[in-house]
Nanobody, 129 residues
Framework: DVQLQASGGGLVQAGGSVRLSCEVS????????VGWFRQAPGKEREGVSC????????YYRESVKGRFAISKDVAKYTVYLHMNDLTPEDTAVYYC??????????????????????WGKGTQVTVSS
């Protein structure tokens, strides 16, 4: 049974940092596509950062480049999103997602959320100004 469990959200001041974790079960993180997406109130879900084992190069949306970093620990079955220098515009519910194959690039999966087959419940990140 494939499951993804995101955690680590909360309330943080602007300029602060948060690390989100996504613990997966029912599959390993080898040769997969995983990513973080977010949805702010009244907005569509958007890809924040993804990594596909097809190319192995993380993709970041423009607004988070240089501030966020995605990583995965295969042995711990966990994907992380390190978020630094947070701004109120980063406030959203953050979701982790996975596809058990890596047919496409990291950027493709982030730009096409429907390409992810499995989703965890979101974790709220609120950045106060």
């Amino acid at each position: 049974d494939v499951q993804l469990q995101a955690s680590g959200g909360g309330l943080v001041q602007a300029g602060g940092s948060v690390r989100l974790s996504c613990e997966v079960s029912g599959f390993t993180l080898d040769d997969r596509s995983v990513g973080w997406f977010r949805q702010a109130p009244g907005k569509e879900r958007e890809g924040v950062s993804c990594i596909s084992d097809l190319d192995g190069r993380p993709y970041y949306r423009e607004s988070v480049k240089g501030r966020f970093a995605i990583s995965k620990d295969v042995a711990k079955y966990t994907v992380y999103l390190h978020m630094n220098d947070l701004t109120p515009e980063d406030t959203a519910v953050y979701y982790c997602a996975a596809n058990l194959v890596a047919y496409y690039s990291s950027g493709y999966y982030c730009q096409h959320p429907t390409g992810m087959d499995y989703w965890g419940k979101g974790t709220q990140v609120t950045v106060s100004s």
